[in-house]
């Protein structure tokens, strides 16, 4: 490769390990359910609380939701200048999880929306793209 | 348990005030109540204080210029709860009887905090505050719920500062003491939306104290006196239990629990001090407090009975949003306030003839539970 070729690839890293995964091309959470009761954890843990077993074991899950509120934040965070969206997912395995969302440009998200799981970069470290998950409004 | 009775109180104006030390403020609210209360410093033989940001040994720093030291102190915290927890854990200790008087404290300076002007960077494994939740926007999602679930409107949210900022205008120790309308409080600067400015708490400095005492050695002291007739405090419930984010579980069951003990009504309650840390939050307690049904928080506010001259006054003191939010500070002045107000000594604010009171607070956002912990104390006069 000459010295002034670009490449276009750039270094990713997730911005948690172990909380979402890439397999065969679809995207999912991973969390942990109990074999017993069936109840989801995430993120994934070693011991059920509804039935007191430790017989927890990794799942993946989250596909898709519908919306259960959002908002848009004009204040900047840790890792997101201002403004960024985010809401609340009820997702179709049961769980509620919060999450950054992806709009269309002016598309103002109703309550009960459908979503869509998505994994994208969120923010930027230096050279490095920092991935995680976001939900894409229908 | 012995009946145990609030014989004083005490505390400073809210306010920003960096040249001010914890340990000044926290004197200045304890030597008001001493003298509120009409004992000497030796009298009180125990204290619970509280700070979140105040640094160690609050107790022990904000006592010793008021000539207590050498007596039994515990200092706790519990985000925005401490005030009430260490009011809580005083009262118990003379309730059990292991002293017939003792002090309960909070102080807070967050002008000379670590998060004075900045956000605090969540843990790198908080996956929720790495994605960028903070503390407005989960309220945020809170009343955009409400008003998709219940019909809610801005203009009922915004009635909520309108009402505790003209109560602060009554209330000399209130950070602000401005009147504000519907308008000014929707079109100021958005911050999570709907939650403009004008719908949050400010940062606060200030601190509070109070003195209990054993109901039957009290008249030594005293004939004003409020007995405390219901406490509680909670935790709160994991994440994947709580049904409705615009209904708060926590306080919900901690009210019920502390009307059982008080052998009272929701109804029967006279003057309310409860936790407005946005205006969200005030209409969700009206309806988890009990005072009305559920999702009619906002028909709530609008008939005006929350109000200083309704049936049932909430933050005559000008609550969270106008009075101001020292973090540790705040669960012991709604307990002051309702002190005055049952006493007859509050002032402008003063509503007509209270017997019976009740405070609130909620705090301490903890990732994967509804919040961190929650207090109800129950007054009679």
């Known amino acids: ?138 | 348990m012995r009946d145990v009775v609030v014989i004083g109180g005490g505390m400073t104006s809210f306010g920003k005030f960096p040249d001010r030390t914890p340990e000044d403020l926290g004197h200045e609210a304890v030597s008001a109540a001493i003298k509120d209360a009409g004992i000497r410093p030796k009298d009180v033989e125990m204290a619970v204080c509280g700070t979140v940001y105040g640094g160690w040994c609050i107790g022990q720093r904000i006592l010793k210029n008021s000539g207590i030291a050498d007596i039994e102190v515990l200092n706790v915290e519990n985000a925005c709860a401490t005030g009430a927890s260490a009011f809580r854990e005083a009262w118990l200790r003379v309730a059990t009887g292991q002293c017939d008087m003792a002090l309960a404290a909070g102080v807070e300076s967050m002008t000379t905090s670590p998060i004075a002007g900045k956000a605090i960077p969540p843990p790198a494994d908080d996956i929720d505050g790495q994605l960028g939740l903070t503390v407005p926007m989960f309220f945020a999602l809170q009343m955009r719920r409400h008003m998709h679930a219940y019909g809610t409107t801005p203009d009922q949210f915004a009635q909520v500062s309108v009402k505790n900022h003209h109560h602060g205008c009554l209330n000399p120790f209130s950070q602000y003491q401005k009147m504000l309308t519907v308008d000014e409080i929707l079109n100021s600067r958005m911050i999570c939306d709907p939650i403009t400015l004008l719908q949050c708490c400010p940062n606060s400095d200030g601190a509070a104290a109070v003195i209990l005492c054993s109901k039957q050695k009290a008249k030594r002291y005293t004939t004003q006196s409020m007995q405390v007739v219901g406490s509680v405090l909670s935790s709160g419930d994991y994440l994947h239990r709580w049904e409705d984010i615009a209904f708060s579980d926590m306080s919900h069951k901690a009210a019920l629990a502390a009307y059982e003990q008080a052998g009272i009504e929701p109804g029967q309650i006279d003057v309310i001090e409860l936790h407005d840390a946005f205006t969200v939050s005030e209409i969700m307690h009206y309806e988890d407090l009990g005072l009305c049904a559920k999702g009619e928080g906002g028909q709530f506010i609008a008939s005006g009975r929350p109000n200083i001259g309704g049936a049932i006054p909430v933050n005559p003191s000008g609550g969270l949003l106008s009075k101001g939010h020292p973090l540790a500070a705040t669960g012991v002045a709604q307990i002051v306030e309702v002190w005055r107000q049952l006493q007859g000594t509050a002032g402008k604010n003063q509503v007509h003839n209270p017997k019976t009171a009740l405070t609130h607070v909620l705090g301490g956002y903890v990732s994967g539970l509804e919040s961190g912990a929650a207090s109800i104390h129950v007054f009679k006069k």
């Not at chain 1, 109990?34 to 509804?50: D, L, T």
């Not at chain 1, 799942?59 to 898709?64: D, E, L, N, S």
């Not at chain 1, 009960?112 to 229908?138: K, P």
């Open chain 1, 1 to 138: 490769m000459k010295n002034n070729a670009r490449s276009t690839q750039t270094e990713s890293k997730p911005f948690i390990e172990n909380v979402y995964a890439i397999d065969g091309g679809n995207a999912y959470l991973v969390g942990s359910k109990c074999v017993h009761c069936g109840q989801i954890y995430f993120p994934s843990n070693h011991r059920c609380v509804e039935c007191d077993s430790d017989a927890v074991e990794p799942v993946k899950f989250g596909v898709r939701g519908k919306l259960y509120s959002f908002t848009t934040s004009h204040m900047a965070s840790a890792n997101f200048p201002a403004p960024y969206t985010a809401g609340f997912i009820e997702l179709e395995d049961g769980l509620r999880i919060f999450a950054p969302l992806r709009t269309k440009k002016n598309q103002v998200p109703d309550i009960g929306a459908d979503v869509v799981l998505v994994i994208d970069e969120l923010w930027r470290n230096g050279e490095i793209g920092v991935m995680g998950y976001a939900y894409e409004v229908q």
